[in-house]
Structures are given as C-alpha cells and as structure tokens.
C-alpha cells in the first residue's frame, strides 16, 4: 500500500472511505444474506483498492423491517451478521490491515421492538413516557398536526392502548427517539461509548437532520412546488419536523462524545442544500466533521452544472471545514443507472479528484448498475408503502459480484436480491485481468490521489475550459499543480490548453489508454473522456 500522503493531516481528511451496505457484500454462512464473516473474508480486496476505511450500514439487532434501520438493541450484533465475537474480529483484522471501521449510529429513532419503546407505550406514566415523542390527537381524532412520514401517510400512528399517537419520522414501526429528553441523550452517548472503546474509528449518524422537532409541533407549510408526478412525502415543506436550529446543540454533544477518543470521526447523513448543510459543521467547527454533501446525486449532469455545485459549495464552506463528496448510497439511483456506463467513467474520475473525503458506494467500482428488480422480488418497505413513483431502493441493494462462479461468488446459497444478468464477465475477478476495465480506472484513480497530495489535500480552482460541455480544474499542493479536464458529452471535443499546461504528461485517462502520453497545446478529448494531466513543477 502506498503510503499516506500527509503524516499531518487526518485520516479522514486524506483518506477514502468505502460504503460496505452488508446484507450484500458477502455472506459466509449461505444464508443469502451478507454478513460479517463475509466482510473480514474481503477486507483484502478493500486493501488492494487502496481505501482508508470501511463504513458499514447497521449490524445490530434488529426485526430487519428496514433493513437495520430498526434497531431494537444498540449494542449487540443481530445473528442473522453474526456475533460481538465476530465484530470484535472484524475489527482487529481492518486494524491489523491499516483499514479504519465506521459504524452507522441510528439515533433519531428505534424499532418498535426495543425495549425502550416497549416500556415507552406500556403506560402514559412510564418512565420512559417521554423517551418517545407522544402526543393527544386533534378533538375529531386526527393525528396531533399534519406531518407526513418519509416513507407515506401520516407520520403519527395512534395507539389504543393509551390513546395517544406517536411520532415516525419513517415506518410506524421505527418510533422517533425524544431528543429534548435529557435521558435519551445519556442512553445514545453511552451506545456511542460502547462502540468507540470496541475500537471503532468513527460513526456516520443516520437522518441527523431530523433528530430534532419543533417545540410546538407547528403544521408544515404546503409546498408551493408540490406537483402530483412527486412523491407525496414532498407535498409539504419539513419546516417544523427537521433542521431545527436546536439540532445544532444535539450535534455538538455527539461530538463532544468523540472527543474523548482519538482521531475518531463523525459524520452526519443529511440531505439539505448545501447552503443549510454546512451549518452542521457546526460553532467553531464543533460539529461533524463531515456534513455529507450529496449534491452531486440530484444535480443534472453537466459540466455547468456540477461546476457551479462545486463552486457554490467551496464558497459556502466555513473556514477550516473539510469538505466531502458522494455519488451514491444504499438510499440513492446508483451512479451508473442515472448517468450511463460511459459518464459513470467521468464520475470516478471527478469523485476521486475533487477537494475532499470521498465516500464510495460498493459495486460502483465494479460499475453495478441500477438492477431492475420485478414486482415479486421487491423488498424494500419505502416502495411497498409508497409504490408508483419510483422510490424503491432494492435495485441499488443487490450482491456484489466477485466472480462468475454460481451467484458471482456471494454466496453459497440463494441471494437476497438478484444480481445482473451480466455478472459473469461484471465482477472482480474479470475485471481484475482487463486493464481498462472500470474496477482498473478506479484503482488507478485511488493509487494516484494517495500518491499524490494535489489531489488528496491540494486546493481547487476551476479553469474555464471555453467549452460548454467540458468541466476542468487545477488541483494544486506544495508548488506542484494537476489539471483535471472532463468531457461530460458522449461526442469528441478539442480543447486549447493553458499555456502552463502545454507539455504536460498524461496520467490517467478514463479510457485507460493514454497514460504518460505528453500533451500538445491542444487536448482531444473523446467523448465521455477525462483526464488528469501532470505539470511540470512551478517555483512558488
Ligand atoms: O435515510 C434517510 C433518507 O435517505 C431519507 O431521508 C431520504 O430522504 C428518503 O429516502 C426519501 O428519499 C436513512 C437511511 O439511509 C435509510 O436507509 C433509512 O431507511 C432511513 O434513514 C430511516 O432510518
């Protein structure tokens, strides 16, 4: 492995870290379902991409309504993953294999399930009564106002037993924790505690947007942009039930919680335009560390587009604020299904040269794409609850594919989801031996940014290519400068290079092919093509 390139800046900073969503990465047992025997099983191959470190979506115990994000015991692992035994192993191996191991920390709410909630529901004198956020209804029995759930109908499920509702942000099935209860937040931070002195390096806190609700429990406004093709979560603006501003005090205690260990990192899932997404950095950058930044994934995709994201979000970052890149997740389109085999090439190559901690989704590397999945083999509870809009989110859940033996290699048994009709010539071990292959360019995207501090720490500033459908930018560290240029149109275009780039050396194509080629005064590029190109040293 090459070294890191900076002995000073954090892991996180320099590194990459890579999304394992493990009921399909591996499984060991031949249940069909991946699990942590799997992982430490492919923790090689996670070496030999050459990234930092591992996040993996939820392992513990769970009645798995959403897959994990029902947590009905924080600090044990669910069977159907394995055991603590088996985590506590994961852990050393990653650690003896110089790979960092982030945990997803889910505490907006819980599974219904948890013991918590059972208590919670018993009785209206509970002790942990206010653990959960209850609530009377309106006089004609309504629920108590009209927030919606993410995943359809009223977020407010009403329970006989003691005739109150209670508030889910999600499924009725995963209650909203109540973060204005002193209680609650002693009870995660001692989850958090847990965790950190198992030795895990950091969390990615689920919905850490969502964790606080207005103290009145306003209505939310209609959406004036509201139209019918849209899914109905988004008839109304979130105003009152999200990115409340005492969230902020929320998020600061969390932090507080890492800082009692070292070179730990936290960060947060929030999907909110970049203009409100950085005040989670938080006061005196006492927040998260990484507010992740989902732009790309809902920006069209065009040069002028993704060039006036990147600049909108490098102006918005506060000082000292690292920023962090996504283009996929277990929530979202893979990157491939929305842009096509040919640009998700141009997508690798910016995700893996911009300024920031990139975080990759498994598969993309492989170019997975975004699998159809037929109405009987739907698993995902948001499609089944809110069906007709597209929202389901199985097709970007399916195995990962190793090799072209039975089922690609996932597993012994039958898989939880179907893999691509392709997977005998997609997946590792073929493209492993084909040097221009996608799992190729990604290896040689990753080996140039850790070998490289232009492109792991350097700054950015985008140089206007003059044309429209090419985005480039300079990535400069130390005296040293790269210039990435990236043809977001499937047609060949020419571009006249700077003057300080003329006689620069290709480093990298995304085609594969080009690579220490010099370059003239002019760069044809073909389409769907980007390339890193190297300048000779300036004296600065
Ligand atoms: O996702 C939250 C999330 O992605 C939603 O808020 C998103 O806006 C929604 O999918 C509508 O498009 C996290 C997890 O990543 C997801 O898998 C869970 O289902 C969800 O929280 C509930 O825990």
Request: net charge negative; proline share 7%.
């Amino acid at each position: 492995m090459a070294p890191s390139v900076s002995p000073h800046a954090p892991w996180w900073q320099s590194g990459i870290l890579y999304q394992v969503y493990p009921r399909s990465f591996q499984d060991g047992d031949g249940d069909g379902i991946g699990d942590l025997r799997g992982v430490i099983a492919r923790l090689h191959y996670l070496v030999d991409l050459g990234v930092d470190a591992l996040w993996l979506s939820p392992i513990f115990t769970s009645p798995m309504v959403d897959f994990g994000y029902d947590i009905s015991d924080y600090t044990d692992i669910d069977p159907l993953f394995g055991s603590l035994a088996d985590f506590d192993a994961l852990v050393t191996a990653a650690h003896g294999l110089g790979l960092k191991v982030v945990l997803d920390l889910v505490p907006n709410h819980t599974s219904d399930q948890h013991p918590w909630f059972v208590e919670s529901r018993g009785s209206r004198d509970s002790r942990k009564r206010d653990w959960y956020i209850w609530r009377d209804g309106q006089p004609d029995g309504g629920p108590p106002n009209n927030w919606t759930s993410e995943f359809g109908g009223s977020a407010w499920t009403f329970d006989a037993a003691t005739g109150q509702h209670y508030y889910h942000a999600f499924l009725s099935a995963q209650p909203d924790l109540n973060w204005r209860n002193p209680q609650v937040r002693q009870a995660i931070a001692d989850v958090m505690r847990f965790w950190l002195r198992r030795g895990v390096d950091g969390f990615r806190v689920d919905v850490m947007w969502h964790l606080v609700k207005d103290a009145d429990f306003r209505d939310n406004p209609l959406n004036p942009d509201y139209t019918p093709d849209r899914q109905p979560y988004e008839r109304l603006l979130p105003l009152y039930s999200t990115d409340r501003p005492d969230v902020h005090d929320v998020v600061a205690e969390l932090r507080q919680v890492m800082e009692a260990f070292d070179d730990r990192v936290l960060i947060g899932e929030i999907y909110l335009p970049p203009e409100k997404l950085v005040a989670y950095y938080g006061a005196g950058l006492k927040g998260a560390h990484l507010p992740f930044n989902f732009a790309l994934i809902s920006t069209p995709w065009s040069a002028r587009a993704v060039g006036d994201l990147i600049a909108r979000y490098e102006a918005l970052l506060p000082s000292g604020a690292w920023p962090n890149w996504v283009l996929g997740n277990h929530d979202r389109v893979r990157i491939a299904g929305r842009v096509g085999p040919a640009q998700a090439r141009v997508a690798a190559m910016l995700l893996l040269t911009l300024r920031g901690t990139p975080t990759m989704y498994y598969g993309d590397e492989i170019g997975l794409p975004q699998v159809p999945i037929a109405p009987e083999q739907v698993r995902d509870p948001f499609e089944t609850n809110v069906p007709g809009y597209g929202v389901g989110r199985d097709g970007c859940r399916t195995p990962m594919q190793w090799d072209g033996s039975a089922h690609a290699g996932f597993t012994a048994g039958e898989p939880w989801l179907p893999l691509t009709d392709d997977f005998a010539s997609r997946n590792v071990a073929v493209e492993r031996s084909d040097s221009s292959s996608m799992l190729a360019l990604y290896g040689a995207l990753i080996a140039l940014r850790r070998a490289r501090a232009e492109l792991s720490l350097g700054d950015y500033e985008e140089w206007p290519s003059g044309e429209a459908d090419v985005l480039a930018y300079w990535r400069g560290h130390g005296g040293r400068r790269m210039l990435v240029v990236l043809n977001f149109s499937d047609r060949p275009v020419t571009i006249a290079l700077p003057s300080s780039a003329a006689g620069a050396t290709i480093m990298l194509s995304t085609m594969m092919d080009r690579a220490a080629e010099v370059a003239g005064d002019r760069l044809n590029l073909r389409g769907a093509e980007g390339m890193v190109l190297d300048l000779a040293p300036t004296a600065i």
